[in-house]
């Protein structure tokens, strides 16, 4: 049995299926890597009931796969936006005054957590190293094979139903992240996403944005090339790389000069103007 029909006999045994075209494998509108193994690996992980870590840069394409995941196993996925702000309501739920009969009635609204395991769902955790170490230990049970936790809000114990699953993204190093407690940390499988370049993000160019002259998503390719080179040598952050970005910037430019789009697509979105300066003369020597 070769690889791909292992994989279709797990995704089956969740009662999906998944698209298998060319060289790559993706789901249709999702997810697109140079590399398969990036989401053979993932699909293969989350099948055999694992938590996903997807670790890499801002704008790689972690929700995009999170996203694709979901799709390709049919199931609704839960989202959590870590900060640091975020506590147990935010993850369990909370307490809220209703009405029963014309009565006042206390009720529990459940939070992302609690509807994924009870509903058999995927949860889907955004940045997890945002928050604050203190509040991630609420996920421990969860994320081990109790897959269980305690709600303090109701006092009773939520157990997560079959084909639950956990997929959280995490972005190392940057402004405001903490690094993941160990415990936690070997509580997933990790995969690391890295920026798509190359023809591969040529077709994403294509596909997701509106932009579709050739030539122009060519030099944007250059030049994600380049910014991605500055990201690397510490010149510039890495949203300035975001392939999210780059994409608002392919649509922007269908309708206003490349420079133009680069400045309000990308540059500005940057704090310092040393910054700004050096996205914009990278752009400059492709775009004149």
């Given at each position: 049995?070769?690889?791909?029909?292992?994989?279709?006999?797990?995704?089956?045994?969740?009662?999906?299926?998944?698209?298998?075209?060319?060289?790559?494998?993706?789901?249709?509108g999702g997810f697109i890597s140079a590399n398969d193994y990036i989401l053979t690996d993932a699909i293969i992980a989350l099948s055999l009931g694992k938590n996903v870590l997807l670790k890499g840069p801002t704008g790689s394409g972690k929700t995009k796969l999170a996203e694709t995941l979901a799709n390709i196993f049919k199931q609704p996925m839960h989202s959590i936006n870590c900060s640091v702000d975020m506590d147990a309501e935010?993850?369990?739920?909370?307490?809220?005054?209703?009405?029963?009969?014309?009565?006042?009635?206390?009720?529990?609204?459940?939070?992302?957590?609690?509807?994924?395991?009870?509903?058999?769902?995927?949860?889907?955790?955004?940045?997890?190293?945002?928050?604050?170490?203190?509040?991630?230990?609420?996920?421990?049970?969860?994320?081990?094979?109790?897959?269980?936790?305690?709600?303090?809000?109701?006092?009773?114990?939520?157990?997560?139903?079959?084909?639950?699953?956990?997929?959280?993204?995490?972005?190392?190093?940057?402004?405001?992240?903490?690094?993941?407690?160990?415990?936690?940390?070997?509580?997933?499988?990790?995969?690391?996403?890295?920026?798509?370049?190359?023809?591969?993000?040529?077709?994403?160019?294509?596909?997701?944005?509106?932009?579709?002259?050739?030539?122009?998503?060519?030099?944007?390719?250059?030049?994600?090339?380049?910014?991605?080179?500055?990201?690397?040598?510490?010149?510039?952050?890495?949203?300035?790389?975001?392939?999210?970005?780059?994409?608002?910037?392919?649509?922007?430019?269908?309708?206003?000069?490349?420079?133009?789009?680069?400045?309000?697509?990308?540059?500005?979105?940057?704090?310092?103007?040393?910054?700004?300066?050096?996205?914009?003369?990278?752009?400059?020597?492709?775009?004149?």
């Open positions: 049995m070769n690889l791909p029909d292992v994989i279709k006999n797990l995704i089956d045994e969740r009662r999906s299926s998944f698209t298998n075209s060319n060289e790559k494998m993706h789901f249709k935010s993850l369990l739920g909370f307490k809220t005054i209703g009405q029963e009969n014309g009565q006042n009635t206390i009720e529990f609204v459940p939070g992302p957590v609690v509807k994924a395991m009870n509903q058999g769902h995927l949860l889907y955790i955004d940045e997890i190293n945002m928050a604050k170490p203190e509040t991630l230990p609420i996920l421990n049970s969860v994320l081990d094979y109790r897959r269980m936790v305690f709600n303090p809000f109701t006092g009773t114990v939520e157990n997560a139903k079959n084909h639950f699953g956990v997929i959280a993204a995490i972005n190392e190093g940057y402004i405001g992240t903490v690094p993941l407690n160990e415990a936690l940390k070997n509580r997933f499988v990790v995969i690391e996403v890295p920026y798509v370049q190359g023809d591969v993000l040529k077709e994403v160019l294509f596909n997701e944005s509106i932009l579709k002259d050739k030539v122009m998503i060519e030099k944007f390719v250059i030049l994600s090339e380049d910014l991605i080179t500055q990201v690397r040598n510490g010149q510039i952050p890495e949203e300035a790389a975001s392939i999210r970005a780059l994409i608002d910037t392919c649509d922007l430019a269908t309708y206003m000069p490349p420079l133009r789009a680069v400045q309000r697509g990308i540059a500005d979105k940057l704090e310092e103007e040393r910054e700004k300066a050096a996205v914009m003369n990278i752009t400059q020597t492709l775009f004149v």
